[in-house]
């Protein structure tokens, strides 16, 4: 349901609460202006002398596991969404535990997709109390309409991280479908009949869980090779005949763009990263999967081929397109968190410059140093942005909540942030006054670039002065805003929204940025 | 200087102090008994706010980093040994402790070789209190003689992660040598003017270290790919002309014998594997990196080849002699801690099966189980054995401490133990009534191979039935001890030993197997 909260205003000036699904919360506090303190969470000591001593964890179904595992009232149940809408384990993992009648677990996802709409009767049910973590689609949906018994917490890749590492969320069993694992509990995501290429999502789970359990359908002698999750962190072993359809990791967001808008929107974001003078030999960007993202790439591949230029690394998300660069010669390394198509997932296995990466190394704002704020540029979506740069990728104008912050938050690090975005989307405008949740804030939003022109924040003076003979169509965001208002015959009717709070947007520091409110 | 400690008696008999350098201790309780408590090391938890945001962590000087680092009196300085007598880092590390005037370090390397001889100079001046980690050479006979401050504490691989992992051992400051490594601090070893091959016995301490600086001399711009350390784990990076001499990595145990007598006693064990049973397709094995052991894989190999043999895994220690099995399909993979020769670093950086592990997959004993108890036989050295078949591999009859003890506690755990040695060494008996220090239990090991027969344990029935029929000289060991002492002229002279400990070795869970007395 949604929840009638004590609320405080936070650095951006939006309300949040202090207390969330029963542990207290520190309001945003302004970018880099949070300091931890204390340790990082510690894991109980194991012995071997508990473990086979043949390295044999196979047991015999995935019930059998969880039982082991000690599957209890309350518990908080784990899992990655390497496989995306494909994933086969997860219903399984909630079926056995409202058949053995347990309730009030914690489903703690990377991410869930439409493919899990079934948990939304365990919800009802009350086997599932809540889930944190990214909801896409109708779990998004069943949230909003305050549905769920505690807050939806949504949190970047790597603030998923941090709030594992940090002691936030203390996981009791990690469910980790794998394409090809060993008895021991090695496995990896780069091949067998399921590959997904990469396990990274899951590696904090694996490392942090108090247990954890490995399922495949491809079981290979020891040792697997890579041992992308490593058996030392893992109790339980479990065979099925399919833990994922790698075919549906290509879904939604990651097909490239047909509109002409958007594919001009790409082209434009392309020339503005040539024109800003970024492009240049050892660069590195990253774009992500939606559809004009993926064109975004696909220009600027053509331009750095003209040009005779080489980039040092591309981050993935990694699809056919970035595959195609590296086994070019265009780039020296594709950095992946997540491969978003067979031929990256190809790519990651024979290829050395496809780099298998974690959450941990690209985005982790509590460790020393991430690899998000050496990259040059980065190219992003969202559903809204304001006048203030400020910007959403979570809940649409009216309030749904539909997705989740992947490493979004994490790349606005990057030392330019772009976000290529449609003035309107099914008339309705996109810049607006401010944001119905603000899940990124301005000082970090460098550049939008729309069908109607680019808008260059303010504070980049330099971006300003270097593009300024460009003949780029650079305009303030506010005639952006005014010339779309215009068009469609005012701004967005504002969301019917109660004041029951129903969710949270972390930022990658672990405080709150913003609530998420039940719609009317 | 060696200590009067109160003593008590553990499970093998010795007599072992219960407080070692101020750290309450646990006697050794027997193999698989003593069951840990509580929760892994918890580092601080950092935040990139205070890491530069272009990822350059190089500063100007090693003796800068450590001032940044907060070097400081009674600190603990790790280090890892992959130069084993090559390294040019730690010196200087100390050298400059001792110009700063700081004093009472505990210096932590996985290992010490006779290059550290000048540590003494800082041990005399009490810049270094004291050295845990294992002393070989010059350094073991300083403490054997009773003149370092603090106790000598003797880890295997594995307990070393374990001391670190489970809090046993805190580390100020890890000093990590790295022949490749980028400004963010990712670092291989495989690479670089100076490629050791990989930095495993470094990793734990770049995990759980407060500060972490990695010192090179090869400097690639970002990403360095592989990154056996992790630049998220590093806090300074330190580029100096020349970190470590890879050819000094081949230096007293890894050349391979010429001696008649052990060929024939390598030669033996190869036939006891066979016939025992052991290798069949899809077997493994580990061979350390002594001359007898290189010497049995390359008859093992001659073996396998002639029986159209394949292994699934070998344990290295990489040599020439694994690399060309591997290159020629007699095996799947080498799972590698270490490598012995600069072939060995080669083969690491081409080889897709050649891959880089740590203590933590190969030996710690707090981990859901380990590499070690998977393989299906190993070969190890030791200085003793006693007619229980307790073997030492730190100390010479004399009492003088000599040696380290590797990963050989560690590989004890594999499904057949076995130690090939001569029946004496310069006119000394190697079988003995008691062992001068216990370092492994009797129980684990299995086989005895000499020159004047094989001797197996009596608990493994199971050896002895399936090699009654094999025409291999197996002998009880009592009789092989009988005809050495008949032909020397009796047992090796007591050694010449006082009450005062001058050191303790811990056993893979942390308990204190035995102690090291003062020589008189």
Known sequence: ???????????????????????????????????????????????????????????????????????????????????????????????????????????????????????????????????????????????????????????????????VQDGEVHIDIAVLAAPTADEFGNATGDRGPSACGLLGFGLVDSIYADKVIVVTDNLVPFPCVPWQIQGQNVDYVVVLDKVGEPEKIISGTTKLTKSPDRLYIAELTAKFVKEAGIMKDGFSFQAGAGGTALAFAIYLKEMMREAGIKARFIRGGSTKYLVEMLEEGLTDFILDGQTFDLEGVRSMRENFGHVNTSPFTSYNWHGKGNFASMVDAVVLGATEVDVNFNANVVTHSDGYLLHGIGGWQNCLFSKCTILPIPAFRNRIPIIVDEVTTVVGPGELIDVIVTERGIAINPLRKDLIEATKDSGLPIRPIEDIKAEVDDLIGGPPAEPKLTDEVVGVVKWVDGTVIDSIYKVR
Chains 1, 2 share one sequence.
């Open 1 to 163: 349901m949604g929840q009638k909260l004590k609320l405080v205003k936070n650095a951006t000036g939006r309300m949040v609460p202090t207390v969330v699904n029963g542990v207290k919360q520190t309001p945003f506090e302004g970018v880099g202006k949070y300091k931890p303190e204390g340790s990082k969470a510690a894991p109980p000591i194991r012995s071997c002398s508990d473990y086979p001593a043949d390295g044999n964890k196979v047991v015999g179904s995935l019930k059998e596991a969880l039982e082991k595992c000690g599957l209890k009232h309350g518990m908080t149940i784990s899992s990655h969404h390497h496989f995306r809408n494909g994933d086969l384990v997860m219903n399984q993992v909630f079926n056995i535990a409202a058949e053995k009648g347990v309730k009030d677990l914690m489903w703690f996802p990377s991410a869930a997709f439409p493919c899990h709409e079934p948990m939304i009767e365990h919800m009802k049910n009350g086997v599932i109390h809540h889930i944190e973590g990214s909801l896409n689609g109708p779990l998004g949906k069943y949230a909003s309409e305050g549905k769920m018994d505690g807050l939806a917490v949504l949190r970047s890749h790597g603030g998923r991280w941090q709030a």
